[in-house]
């Protein structure tokens, strides 16, 4: 019989809520309707997670029960004809990779790190560099396995069960238990890209670059100096990127080569430092501005490098800030939030500044939209880093956009509401027997 414990160690990725759950660790899926009953009949609310990489409290759950579902990482099937691979819900991207790559497959959409599971990556409709060309992963997810609290477990399609189907691409857990998925996978010739950086100096630059690079390259995405003002304000470094036609089949050995064995005194991210570093990023890479072969790894995951990187941000942790606002206010509303970043001398290592394309996505809470995404990380400082917070809410919510649940930590209800205009079509699907933090805070 599986049991579930108390665990009082688990957290956001962030880092700055932790508390109390009661945890439960199936070993196989024939063991979910046995584990699903004892937490309703406990009167705990339910929760799924996986490898817990949502920056905020999307996958928390306090006081009520958590079902771990990394053990159920099991691949089902891989047709190399067709590309269709069909898997366990906890199995990784990491694990997924390391099959599909040497078979000369990649996965179709991926975000920024390989240790997301792909149940949690259909609930959190991730999108990645080549959002333009691609889409979301729901837009390639063919059949999804979700078990819900009365014991039956549905087999949703596009085509069938529409509305359950849309609510569960993005949903964030909230329809049931993801026990497997089959999803579309794309041919690749080898274990390298074909990249080319190109420093931008202002972002007039970056959106030409970007208009420019979307017809031609499969992934392109941008890293902006946050800090930077006056002339230099939205200057950056702009990655586009390729499959190589040929080259190796196997990737480099993708362990983390450093690891941050503990958190951080706050005083070492300052302002000072800081800048400091995006100055010297930048001047990096306009030095070695070209194009150059890259293995995979390094080009998709380059966070994964670096082991425990949240310790950066110290014993407070961080927020993580990504919003998307339309084409028609872009320019001006990332103009305005770089403006009062730089001002407030807050900010991070990694600001990501990317273009959305027009591929619509099919989940109902999914982020991306056409237009303009930035995302960076708050060292969390209080009162003042949640006051700046509110201030860039301002620019998003006048712009018409919309910040990303997997990433927030704190957005306030009404803003949700606007930004998700389905929302209360989408509370109609949720599994009466299943909550999290976030839904606790901006959906109830």
Request: net charge positive; proline share 6%.
């Amino acid at each position: 019989m599986i049991r579930f414990s108390s665990s009082e160690d688990i957290r956001s990725w962030g880092g700055v809520l932790q508390a109390r759950h009661n945890v439960a660790r199936p070993q196989w899926r024939d063991e979910l309707p046995e584990v699903l009953a004892v937490a309703r009949h406990s009167g705990s609310p339910i929760l799924a997670t996986g490898l817990r990489r949502s920056y905020g409290d999307t996958g928390l759950n306090p006081d009520g029960a958590i079902l771990d579902m990394t053990a159920l990482d099991r691949a089902i099937f891989f047709d190399p004809d067709s590309g269709i691979l069909r898997a366990e819900a906890g199995v990784s991207f990491d694990m997924l990779l390391k099959m599909l790559i040497r078979r000369g497959f990649f996965l179709p959409v991926t975000p920024g790190t390989r240790f997301v599971t792909l149940g949690g990556a259909i609930a959190n409709d991730v999108h990645g560099k080549n959002h333009h060309s691609a889409g979301t992963l729901g837009r390639w997810v063919r059949r999804i396995g979700l078990l819900r609290s009365d014991g039956l477990e549905i087999e949703l399609t596009p085509q069938e069960n529409t509305g359950l189907f849309g609510a569960t691409i993005g949903g964030l857990g909230l329809t049931g238990v993801i026990t497997w998925a089959e999803i579309e996978t794309v041919r690749i010739a080898s274990a390298i890209m074909d990249v080319e950086n190109i420093p931008f100096e202002n972002l007039d630059e970056f959106f030409q670059i970007a208009r420019q690079s979307d017809g031609e390259y499969e992934y392109t995405v941008a890293w902006v100096d946050c800090l930077a003002k006056g002339k230099d304000l939205g200057r950056g470094l702009f990655t586009r990127g390729n499959h190589a036609s040929k080259g190796a089949r196997l990737p480099t050995k993708a362990d983390p080569k450093l690891t941050i064995p503990f958190n951080f005194p706050s005083l070492v991210l300052n302002k000072l430092s800081l800048g400091a570093f995006n100055s010297l990023y930048y001047w990096k890479g306009k030095r070695n501005a070209g194009g150059s072969k890259v293995p995979i790894h390094p080009f998709f995951y380059p966070l994964d490098s670096i082991g425990h990187w949240y310790r950066m941000y110290g014993r407070r942790g961080m927020y993580q800030y990504q919003s998307a606002v339309p084409p028609e206010s872009e320019r001006d509303a990332t103009k305005a939030m770089l403006e009062l970043i730089s001002a407030a001398g807050e900010g991070s290592f990694l600001a990501v500044l990317k273009t959305f394309g027009d591929k619509s996505s099919l989940g109902m809470l999914s982020f991306p939209r056409p237009g303009t995404t930035l995302a960076l990380d708050f060292p969390n400082r209080g009162s003042s880093t949640l006051r700046l917070m509110g201030r860039l809410d301002a620019i998003v919510r006048e712009a018409g956009g919309r910040l990303y649940p997997a990433k927030d930590g704190r957005m306030p209800a009404d803003m949700f509401r606007a930004g998700y205009p389905h929302w209360q079509d989408f509370a109609k699907y949720i599994d009466p027997a299943f909550e999290s933090h976030f839904w606790r805070r901006v959906g109830q």
